[in-house]
């Protein structure tokens, strides 16, 4: 059995994921999608317990660090998933855990990525400065810093990819639960527009920015749905995908 097939074989058996054929598709055809993993160093900043990560390093990246401070400490369940996940997977390839925050990484990392994930992390990273980070100086002084940060990590040409939902929701904006995203708290997320200007301050480029469809839909849904219109009656979630243009460690200043 191939890596890549070890990988969908252990997130169903450790249900890592309710819905293993629709993670492949939102993988391939949303979160990913026109991204090239094979050969890269990837970054997975808020990893979680791995599941993109192990999705990447099972299939072609060459080594892939994930990101986690909920992994410091005591053992957490994310911490337990993960060690059962790389057990179960076996990957080839090096993927390595570090239980810090970005901020302390920056500090001690020499090298640099080819690839940023940030897969609904961004708003996690400090929930209060993004609630008002439409409006509040010292709160997008706070992001500034942490793109900064990212830029560190970066050399040109390496791919930033970012998803969250954005801001604005027909369901949000009527008070009302979405059904597709119950959980979701939106006045504690930001459009992809504003992250995506901030990131234009330190030295990104963005390159697109796409509008997640359900997965149950296929690509008939990613067709349908792909725009901000059909995004904001359904789940708002978005994927940006920045360049970045400048030198990074040691030509940005903090
Ligand atoms: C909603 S989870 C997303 C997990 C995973 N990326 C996924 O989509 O399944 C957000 C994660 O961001 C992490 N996080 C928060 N602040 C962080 C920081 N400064 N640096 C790195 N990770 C951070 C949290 O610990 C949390 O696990």
Known sequence: MSAGERFYTAIQKLGAHPRPKRLRFYIEHQFLR???????????VGGGYGLY???CITHGASEVVVLEPQLAGSRSDTQVMFEALVEAIRPERPIRLVPEVVEEFVATEGGSFDIILMHNSINHINEEACAVLDRDGAARGYYRQFFTHLAR???SGTQLVVAD???????????????????IEWHKHQSPRLWGQLLEEVGFKIRCIDWTSPNILGKAGRWMLN?????YLTMSHFRLVAEYQGEGKGNVSV
Do not use: T
């Not at 939902?165 to 959980?183: T, Y």
């Open 165 to 183: 939902c954005a801001r604005r929701n027909v369901f949000g904006d009527l008070g009302l639960r979405n059904p597709l995203l119950p959980s």
């Open 227 to 231: 725009n901000a219109v059909m995004a």
């Open 153 to 155: 990590l970066s050399r």
């Open 53 to 55: 990560a192990l999705y």
């Open 34 to 44: 026109g991204i090239d993993i094979v050969g890269k160093r990837i970054l997975d």
